[in-house]
């Protein structure tokens, strides 16, 4: 197995731009079902084939599809490498939240943290007169 390397940001601006159109996303997930030429991609859409061709373009150059001619049709097929380091990227991202939710948690979770609670009695003390002997 190969070791997956991590995206560089210049990947992952081709790969969120990719997948920022639901067309794109769409084409994507009908390719991981199985590969499909273009012709029949742009045949579920109300666009022209031209069009679809772009999309296909933009995943192509994003890396997460595959496209390779067979006779006149050219057929494309999502490339599962490039989504599982998509999806390497947005776990880390996950995670990232994830510890710092945690540790916020943890913040307002803690007694001693309720500095509304400390000020209000910091004020108090300074609100008192001084009492002399």
Not at 12 to 36: K, N, P, Y
Not at 39 to 66: C, D, G, P, R
Not at 80 to 92: D, G, N, S, Y
Request: aromatic share 4%; glycine share 2%.
């Amino acid at each position: 197995m190969v070791a997956q390397r991590e995206l560089s940001e210049a990947e992952v601006d081709r790969v969120f731009h990719a997948l920022a159109t639901s067309t794109r996303r769409d084409i994507l997930r009908r390719t991981i079902e199985r590969e499909q030429s273009v012709s029949t991609l742009a045949s579920e859409y109300e666009m022209s084939f031209a069009a679809v061709q772009k999309h296909v373009a933009v995943l192509e150059a994003a890396n997460l599809i595959v496209k390779r001619a067979e006779g006149r049709e050219r057929l494309v097929r999502a490339n599962p490498e490039m989504i599982a380091r998509a999806r390497a990227l947005l776990a880390r991202y996950e995670e990232l939240w994830r510890s710092r939710i945690a540790r916020l948690d943890d913040l307002l979770a803690s007694p001693s943290t309720s500095s509304g609670t400390q000020r209000e009695d910091t004020h108090k003390k300074n609100d008192r007169p001084e009492e002399r002997d």
